[in-house]
């Protein structure tokens, strides 16, 4: 498995390699800022399960990487996000056009490299990158009207890091030559604990260190973006119980006031870590990672099943 990943990192540079300068390097400036490295080895624990990490298997890694790695360049141009992996952000460095171009040129090589895997391979990429654009779409127009904003935020999450994520256990089974059982039994696995691993990521925005992290924390609540804690916050203070909608107004004043300040950002972010919102949606989080166990239960017991079973509770135990 690690020589499996050092692979893995082997391929990732050499393919946003690039004659063009400016090219070679802003589409690098990211993954030499490191990375969890989710989806590949989500990708080579499923081929695992499968029995086999095959060279196919290696590409797919990459493929899910770099889609990965293209979608954050331009989800940090829609957020203004001023750090991601502890290092400026490329919009910051080189301003948005260059930062959604290379997004696009990193889609490209993505693209050029799952060409080569099959069609189905290939048909995977183009659903889930549609998933991905309809994802950020909701993300950008909000609920709809009569939606509850939670089961509308799940929908978000599910196609922006989800599908992505989904899309690596798929691969990983297919290419390792697992059933087709076993391939779809992956796609549920997958979806669920990208949620888990999403939903964590934005608790964490909030509870996180940024030495960790590599975030700054409170981007969401300076950017306006309500994540999961805050929009339990706002069902509180909407509901009906006086004591638990007196307990989440102060905390959404802050929220909503100016928090250009960082000392304001802070007083902010401790407020809501402080509330049971924070808990509540750690609890949901840790939800999702036990519905994603339960979907391996089919699975003959192995190696590979144990891994992906920790795989599933390290998402959601994590710092950063």
């Known amino acids: 498995m690690l020589r499996s990943l050092e692979r893995v990192e082997e391929r990732l540079d050499q393919s946003l390699r690039a004659t063009d300068q400016l090219a070679d390097v802003t589409a690098r400036h990211l993954l030499r800022a490191g990375g969890k490295r989710v989806r590949p080895l989500l990708a080579l624990l499923a ?4 029995g086999s990490i095959t060279d ?7 493929v899910v990487e770099l889609t990965h790695l293209a979608s954050l360049y331009h989800d940090d141009v829609m957020d203004s996000a001023p750090l991601r ?21 990193i889609f490209a090589r993505a693209s050029a490299m799952v060409s080569a895997l099959g069609q189905e391979p290939l048909m995977i990429q183009a659903t889930t990158f549609e998933r991905l654009v309809i994802g950020q779409l909701k993300e950008t127009a909000g609920p709809a009207e009569g939606q509850d904003p939670v089961e509308h935020y799940i929908q978000v999450l599910s196609g922006k890091t989800g599908s992505l994520i989904a899309a690596s256990g798929q691969y990983g089974a ?9 391939v779809d039994l992956m796609v549920v696995y997958g979806e669920k604990v ?27 609540l300076r950017e306006g973006v309500d994540t999961l804690p805050v929009l339990l916050l706002r069902r509180d203070a909407a509901g009906t119980d006086p004591g638990v909608a007196a307990a989440a107004e102060p905390v959404l004043r802050l929220i909503d006031g100016d928090l250009t300040d960082d000392a304001a950002l802070a007083t902010a972010v401790a407020a809501v870590s402080e509330h049971p919102a924070a808990a509540e949606a750690w609890q949901i989080a840790n939800r999702w990672a036990d519905e994603a166990i339960a979907a391996l239960e089919p699975l003959q017991d192995c190696v590979a099943k144990a891994a992906l079973i920790e795989f599933a509770h390290a998402v959601v135990h994590r710092k950063g």
């Open 47 to 50: 081929a695992e399960a499968a």
């Open 56 to 62: 196919e298997v290696v590409e797919a890694a990459v």
């Open 85 to 105: 992996r502890g290092v400026e952000t490329a919009h910051t460095v080189w301003g948005n056009t260059v930062a959604i171009l290379t997004g696009d040129l």
């Open 174 to 182: 297919l290419l390792g030559g697992a059933p087709r059982s076993v």
């Open 194 to 220: 990208g949620l888990a691993f999403q939903l964590a990521d934005d608790i964490i925005d909030l509870t996180g260190h940024p030495d960790v992290s590599g975030k700054t924390r409170g981007t969401d």
